[in-house]
Nanobody, 115 residues
């Protein structure tokens, strides 16, 4: 059974930082590209950052220079370090494969950036 469990969200002030984690089980983690996605109220889900099995990364323009995606092969975990958070980063954040599989979406973790 495949499980992707996100954690680490919360309420943070503008300019603050959070680190999200995604624990992956049930797949050969090292073989797949992974991604962090987010969905804000009233908006479509979008890719925020991706990381290949080789470790190569890519980012949405809106988060370049502020977010860093990484993966720990020993722990089967993907991370998203988010710095200098802005109110427009408020969303539910999800991890999934790249490209995403419909049946792999988890509950996500809420990130709220507000003063």
């Amino acid at each position: 059974q495949v499980q992707l469990v996100e954690s680490g969200g919360g309420l943070v002030q503008p300019g603050g930082s959070l680190r999200l984690s995604c624990a992956v089980s049930g797949i050969t983690f090292s073989s797949y590209a992974m991604g962090w996605y987010r969905q804000a109220p009233g908006k479509q889900r979008e890719l925020v950052a991706g990381i290949a099995s080789t470790g190569n990364t890519n980012y949405a323009d809106s988060v370049k220079g502020r977010f860093t995606i990484s993966r720990d092969y020993a722990k089967n975990t993907v991370y998203l370090q988010m710095n200098n958070l802005k109110p427009e980063d408020t969303a539910v954040y999800y991890c999934n494969k790249r490209p995403p599989r419909l049946d792999y979406w988890g509950q996500g973790t809420q990130v709220t950036v507000s003063s």
